[in-house]
């Protein structure tokens, strides 16, 4: 299942520079669409009239820290798709912003209303290449139910032009099989497209299970320390987690995203995930472990690995690296291989006097003590 998380002040980029208040015409300025539109909802208005009137407006953080955004963070709004819609057709980046922020937290007539499923869509084909609102509007369409609008949300995104953060969410979040067309469009890109490309890959897990163990294996000592990263996390199921952000905003998703994982009923082929733990038993060696995937993969595997000598090896692992003074995430290890198996619980007890573990130790006897 998939957990939405938002930073909910995402913003639009405008030139550079934070609108200042009162700027927003459109309630009380005379415009009859968007902000204006009679149609408008008043309960609606209501709440929206002391934002514009008294909050300023900053490029990347919107109405952030502003006192009369509460009343909006508190509201629950019931059946205004329309008039969201209204605010985010709108010229004025504040209007916009208030638009995709209502919609993202009260709407839903809107996934099967074909006619605001189009207006919402035209409106993500006409943000701008650096908007900070179209990553939280891709995913906002993903819930549109109508397949031929899916299909020309589809074309968009492929479309050499379109903006890389609608290109990224669609592949890495809506699940439909024609969206691994995008995910092979980002897998020869650059490095963050690759990194959306490890993934994504994890979604499309069942139907491409070669093909992605094969790019995750490809990618396990990637120069980018993100790609590799979420490679070693995907391909070993220690982190199947998905992330994807606006690049120029604060808004982003994170949930499940599919593939190997923590219950270990889904597996890449014995010799990749050997392979893998080749790789990282070099780099306990070399003291180059530095990112916690490395010990949530050896994690899994101890707890879940497909064979015998794949939890023996995680696990020789995990005990290398508690060994290793000076280690970045040696702590992190020997919480993590009691948690594994409990009869570590011994090993852990002889690092209590370890001026860099004796704390760690401390809070794992104490965990233990209350169960």
């Not at 927003?24 to 609606?44: I, R, Y």
């Not at 952030?64 to 209204?86: H, I, S, Y």
């Not at 990282?280 to 490395?294: G, H, L, P, W």
Request: glycine residues 8%; charged residues 25%; aromatic residues 8%.
């Amino acid at each position: 299942m998939h957990i939405m998380i938002r930073l909910g002040l995402a913003a639009l980029v405008l030139s550079g520079v934070a609108c200042k208040k009162g700027e927003a015409a459109g309630l009380d300025g005379g415009a009859k669409t968007g902000l204006g539109d009679p149609s408008n909802n008043p309960e609606v208005v209501a709440v929206v009239k002391p934002i514009l009137a008294t909050c300023g407006f900053d490029a990347k953080k919107a109405f952030d820290g502003c006192e009369q955004m509460k009343p909006w963070q508190e509201k629950r709004f019931e059946k205004v798709d329309a008039t969201f819609l209204n605010f985010i057709e709108d010229s004025d980046v504040k209007a916009r912003w208030l638009g995709v922020s209502g919609l993202s937290r009260w709407g839903y007539a809107y996934r099967t209303d074909k006619t605001q499923s189009a207006r919402l869509l035209a409106a993500l084909e006409k943000e701008p290449a650096d908007s900070i609102l179209d990553a939280e509007m891709t995913y906002l369409m993903i819930n549109v139910s109508d397949t031929d609008l899916m299909k020309n949300l589809m074309a968009y995104a492929m479309k050499p032009t379109t903006a890389f953060d609608v290109r990224a969410v669609l592949a890495s979040w809506w699940s439909d099989e024609q969206s691994f067309a995008l995910v092979k469009s980002l897998t020869t890109g650059d490095k963050k497209a690759q990194k959306e490309a490890v993934q994504c890959y994890a979604l499309h897990f069942d139907k491409h299970r070669d093909e992605a163990c094969k790019y995750w294996t490809d990618h396990l000592e990637d120069d980018d320390k993100d790609v590799r990263a979420a490679a070693v996390g995907h391909l070993t199921g220690g982190w199947g987690g998905n992330t994807t952000g606006d690049s120029q905003g604060n808004w982003y998703v994170s949930g499940g995203g599919g593939g190997p994982n923590g219950s270990g009923d889904k597996f890449c082929d014995d010799a990749q995930v050997e392979h893998a733990l080749t790789l990282i038993a070099a780099r306990v060696k070399a003291n180059t472990i530095d990112e916690s995937n490395y010990i949530y993969s050896l994690k899994a595997l101890v707890k879940h690995g497909h064979t015998p000598a794949i939890k023996k090896k995680a696990e020789s692992e995990l005990v290398a690296l508690v060994a290793t003074k000076g280690a970045r995430q040696r702590s992190f290890a020997l919480s993590s291989l009691v948690d594994a198996d409990d009869k570590q619980l011994a090993l852990a007890k002889t690092y209590e006097k370890d001026d860099e573990l004796k704390y760690t130790v401390k809070s794992i006897l104490e965990q233990k003590a209350k169960k």
